[in-house]
């Protein structure tokens, strides 16, 4: 089996959608990241891939991430979100060249059924009312987890934390005490004000994690919130390889982390991240709070870690229409009662309809 070519799909809905093509006829999918992506295609990916067995993923991450001697200057290594969209689709090759799920391939699903939390955000821009109105919407779509996002970003810091808290109370006094309710302050406190809110959510009622308390940057003050705080306090989203997890883990010991499948690599490194996670007895969480191809391959490889038992994020907030989605990739991978169920069909399971694709294309 070699690769044949690559081809890109602008939807009207924003979406880039990739397609790699085998001589084989198998074809493997992944949504990639808009206009930057293109470049790359041309100038890096078709030369080196093209005429490769797909189904050597390691070498092409390696290849593709790292640099290679066949690469005209070696230095002109590729951005993770590029080698995680590639990694996606020859994930999904694999799986259907074997005639298995790519969970099964990635050493098994310890379950098949994935919770997940409705994640809400822009806060920054909402009153406390607003957000309680789109946590009630998850409720009313039988989500039983919850986050609340902030969006400040680092450079609105510490910029009107007693509203922030005011949201949180809000909601936690509307849900029941028993569902998980998580805080994301998107990279948006100092480390002083960021302890006085951990400990303020704690005094008050459940929490269940503290996500990006700080500017990403700031990995020495992380370590400074997680000792001062009972809460879990979360990290990894904006973040890349298992060597920045690796360093994460060494100087800010965050308690839980988040990898986003796409920020961090592709499946190939996510579940090297996971593993280093499980060594050092790391909860992890993962970001990809979208509805498509590329959250249905986060939860993939989520669904093989034993003790990876937290909701997985989801969002109606990044992605087109859910029947819109439903029609292009298959009705399975939209969330029912919360819950996403893989199915045993080959590689991701996308069932990719030819006929909507010529509707949706740009």
């Not at 920045?244 to 990898?259: E, H, S």
Request: aromatic share 8%; net charge negative; with cysteine.
């Amino acid at each position: 089996m070699k690769i044949t070519g690559f081809d890109t799909t602008q939807l009207k809905n924003g979406r880039l959608l990739l397609q790699v093509r085998t001589s084989t006829d198998i074809t493997g999918v992944a949504e990639a990241p808009g206009q930057i992506f293109q470049a790359d295609l041309e100038s890096t990916i078709k030369p080196l891939l093209i005429g490769e067995d797909p189904r050597q993923i390691d070498r092409h991450w390696e290849t593709l991430y790292l640099g290679s001697q066949k690469q005209i200057p070696r230095e002109a290594k590729l951005r993770p979100q590029i080698v995680g969209a590639v990694d996606i689709a020859l994930w999904d090759i694999l799986g259907k060249d074997a005639g298995l799920p790519c969970h099964a391939l990635m050493g098994g699903a310890a379950r098949l059924d994935i919770p997940l939390y409705w994640s809400v955000g822009s806060g920054w821009k909402k009153t406390p009312d607003q957000m309680l109105d789109d946590v009630m919407d998850g409720w009313e779509l039988d989500y039983r987890a919850f986050k609340i996002r902030m969006d400040w970003k680092s450079y609105r810091q510490d910029a009107n934390p007693a509203k922030d808290l005011q949201m949180f109370k809000l909601v936690r006094d509307y849900l029941p005490n028993n569902i998980y309710l998580g805080f994301d302050a998107n990279n948006g406190y100092s480390v002083p004000t960021a302890i006085q809110q951990g400990r303020a959510m704690e005094t008050y009622g459940r929490i269940d994690h503290f996500e990006e308390p700080l500017s990403q940057y700031d990995v020495p003050g992380l370590r400074q919130v997680a000792d001062a705080l009972d809460v879990a306090v979360s990290t990894g989203e904006q973040d890349w390889d298992r060597w920045r997890f690796r360093d994460i883990i060494m100087i800010g010991n965050p308690d839980i982390l988040q990898p986003d499948i796409l920020n961090a690599g592709g499946p190939s490194e996510i579940l090297k991240i996971y593993k280093l996670a499980t060594t050092h007895n790391k909860p992890i969480m993962p970001h990809s709070p979208n509805a498509g191809i590329n959250s249905i391959a986060s939860i993939h490889c989520y669904s093989t870690i034993k003790n990876a038992i937290r909701p997985h994020e989801f969002s109606t907030e990044f992605a087109p229409p859910l029947e819109e989605v439903a029609e292009l990739y298959g009705e399975h991978i939209i969330p029912k009662n919360g819950i996403i169920t893989l199915t045993n069909k080959p590689g991701l399971g996308i069932d990719l309809n030819e006929n909507a694709l010529a509707k949706l294309a740009a």
